[in-house]
């Protein structure tokens, strides 16, 4: 999959109703609370698709919002720099879905973008009924964290496809990922450890903050493990990393287990120009059974976080 860049000169929503520019960003407290983040990438199997997908609306907040299990989820995508260079007639389809979700759940753009005028295609949709391949939908059945995620392909938005197959989660969620929805209460269940009270710099929900910047991410973890007097670590970090940055939890919960606020501190990556903009950090937890008391950072237990975010993703920061 290769990556094309955007011109970063452009206007950022941070909340409704507050427009702050590129140049302004680096002046804003890290605490600020994100809005809409955005996604550009050229997506096989066509090289020569771009997208972006920007300024998301979920239930008529920011790309982060709260659903009832099954309650009609309301939503507001941009689309812009839509294009396949491959033929007049080639196709674009832009779709959306819930990872590790049945999906896709409808697409944002299908349709050739050749059509009158030809060129790059703009503009805005909503699952309100205006936008034929983009259907009212519905929260998932059970609570939960769930990350909204989004390809480009060439091949059509099949209708009949929707809400059939699992929407396999992006390899790559700093471009991929969209939104954020939480269905009941506002916590991560991790085997036996659920993280709730999720903060980044003191602040629920995703913040903005800058390259290089440290950043205090906090929860308060319940861990009532089977093996009460087995040594347990919980590590941190940036999900694509390929290594947690530091350890939660470490230590043997006992007969009573774990009911307490952990915290670690982490630096905001810097990333290659043109992976995406504005650039997108997910923070990641996994929680291992070691004989250890030494924290284990060489890897993730659990696997690359990617593989589910519903388990392994707690946050999202949106750099500069």
């Known amino acids: ?24 960003v680096a002046t804003l407290a890290a605490v600020v609370p994100a809005a809409a983040w955005d996604g550009a990438v050229d997506s096989a199997p066509d090289p020569g ?39 007049e007639t080639s196709f674009v389809a832009l779709s959306i879905g819930w990872a590790g979700q049945p999906g896709p759940i409808g697409c944002v753009y299908n349709n050739s973008t050749t059509v009158s005028p030809p060129g790059p295609k703009s503009g805005t949709v909503k699952n ?3 936008a034929p391949f983009l259907p009212a939908f519905k929260a998932p059945a059970k609570n939960g964290s769930y990350w909204l995620q989004w390809t480009a392909t060439t091949a059509g ?12 989660p992006a390899a790559d969620p700093n471009v991929f990922t969209i939104g954020h929805l939480w269905v009941g209460p506002r916590v991560v269940k991790n085997g036996a450890a659920t993280a709730s009270e999720i903060r980044l710099n003191g602040t629920p929900g995703s913040i903005l903050s800058t390259a290089g910047a440290t950043i205090n991410v906090k929860i308060h973890l319940a861990l009532k493990p089977a093996c009460t007097t ?12 390929p290594t947690p940055s530091k350890c939660l939890y470490n230590g043997v919960p006992g007969s009573k287990g774990v009911d307490a606020d952990r915290g670690a501190k ?9 992976v995406s903009y504005p650039p997108n950090h997910l923070v990641a937890w996994q929680i291992r059974k070691t004989t250890s008391a030494t924290c284990d950072l060489s890897a993730w237990p659990q696997g690359a976080p990617p593989t589910n975010p519903s388990r392994y993703f707690l946050s999202h920061v949106v750099g500069s």
Do not use: H
Not at 16 to 23: E, K, M, Y
Not at 66 to 79: G, K, T
């Open 266 to 274: 982490l630096i905001v990556p810097t990333v290659t120009p043109g």
């Open 157 to 168: 938005c099949a209708k009949n496809a929707f809400n059939t197959t699992p929407w396999v």
């Open 128 to 130: 309100d009924g205006s």
């Open 1 to 24: 999959m290769r990556l094309r860049s955007l011109s970063p000169a452009l206007i950022r929503r941070v909340r409704p109703g507050l427009l702050v520019t590129v140049a302004a």
């Open 230 to 241: 087995c040594r347990y670590q919980i590590v941190v970090g940036w999900a694509t990393d």
């Open 49 to 87: 698709i771009t997208a972006r997908l920007s300024n998301v609306r979920l239930n008529n907040a920011d790309s982060e919002a709260s659903a009832s299990r099954s309650a009609p989820v309301r939503l507001s995508v941009r689309y812009d720099n839509v294009y396949n260079s491959s033929g």
